[in-house]
């Protein structure tokens, strides 16, 4: 059982059923946020996206979670279009962006994300049949366990149990490529297979994680 609460002037997901573990919010204002941005757009998730060519990109975070990487496109000069299909994450998002309107220096960069609820397979579906695309559709699904590796921190775990996962993560590559501009980027761990079992058009790869990038044919 899970629970949303005001700590701190912020909101927060704590989960009781879980001990020893803290509360989660979608803080956009700390320190490690901070560094994100500080890594400019010569990082790899900047150079992934596009972002160190064409810095007005409109993006659709199909997997939008705690928005970190969303609120870092955007504090580089991207429209992100947040799509969250778990209610209480929602909820947190929104929050955040309505405490990053407030906080000063961040107000421009709140007002380029938009938070949408909803399954993002069934919007792609929908967007595709429609015509309607992104220059960039990101994706950063949460990864299955294995049971080989070490245990995910704990706010990971938290996550996890929330949404039960991404399952269908698999499913997001071929809407997402019809509806891309220019790319899908997936963002995956650094020795993880590739997402539906296909290879990207190119690859940036890190220590701890790699992104993928897929060019559409058409």
């Given at each position: 059982?899970?629970?949303?609460?005001?700590?701190?002037?912020?909101?927060?997901?704590?989960?009781?059923?879980?001990?020893?573990?803290?509360?989660?919010?979608a803080?956009?204002q700390?320190?490690?946020?901070?560094?994100?941005?500080?890594?400019?757009?010569?990082?790899?998730?900047?150079?992934?996206?596009?972002?160190?060519?064409?810095?007005?990109?409109?993006?659709?975070?199909?997997t939008?979670?705690?928005?970190?990487?969303?609120?870092?496109?955007?504090?580089?000069?991207?429209?992100?279009?947040?799509?969250?299909?778990?209610?209480?994450?929602?909820?947190?998002?929104?929050?955040?962006?309505a405490?990053?309107?407030?906080?000063?220096?961040?107000?421009?960069?709140?007002?380029?994300?938009?938070?949408?609820?909803?399954?993002?397979?069934?919007?792609?579906?929908?967007?595709?049949?429609?015509?309607?695309?992104?220059?960039?559709?990101?994706?950063?699904?949460?990864?299955?366990?294995?049971?080989?590796?070490?245990?995910?921190?704990?706010?990971?775990?938290?996550?996890?149990?929330?949404?039960?996962g991404?399952?269908?993560?698999?499913?997001?590559?071929?809407?997402?490529?019809?509806?891309?501009?220019?790319?899908?980027?997936?963002?995956?761990?650094?020795?993880?297979?590739?997402?539906?079992?296909?290879?990207?058009?190119?690859?940036?790869?890190?220590?701890?994680?790699?992104?993928?990038?897929?060019?559409?044919?058409?």
């Open positions: 059982m899970f629970e949303l609460r005001v700590s701190e002037g912020r909101l927060s997901l704590r989960a009781p059923h879980l001990a020893g573990y803290g509360a989660i919010s803080d956009w700390s320190p490690d946020q901070r560094r994100r941005i500080q890594g400019g757009k010569k990082q790899l998730l900047a150079k992934a996206v596009g972002l160190h060519k064409q810095p007005r990109l409109h993006v659709l975070d199909g939008a979670g705690l928005g970190r990487d969303s609120y870092t496109l955007a504090a580089l000069g991207a429209t992100v279009t947040l799509v969250e299909r778990t209610p209480a994450l929602v909820r947190l998002l929104r929050d955040a962006q405490r990053a309107l407030l906080a000063e220096g961040s107000r421009a960069i709140a007002e380029r994300l938009t938070v949408i609820e909803a399954v993002s397979h069934q919007l792609l579906l929908s967007a595709a049949a429609e015509g309607a695309q992104w220059d960039v559709i990101y994706l950063d699904p949460m990864y299955p366990e294995d049971g080989k590796s070490a245990l995910p921190a704990k706010e990971m775990q938290v996550l996890r149990d929330l949404t039960g991404d399952a269908d993560a698999d499913a997001l590559l071929d809407p997402a490529l019809a509806c891309a501009r220019q790319r899908v980027v997936v963002k995956r761990p650094a020795k993880a297979p590739w997402l539906a079992g296909r290879k990207p058009s190119l690859e940036y790869q890190g220590t701890q994680a790699r992104f993928d990038v897929y060019l559409p044919q058409r």
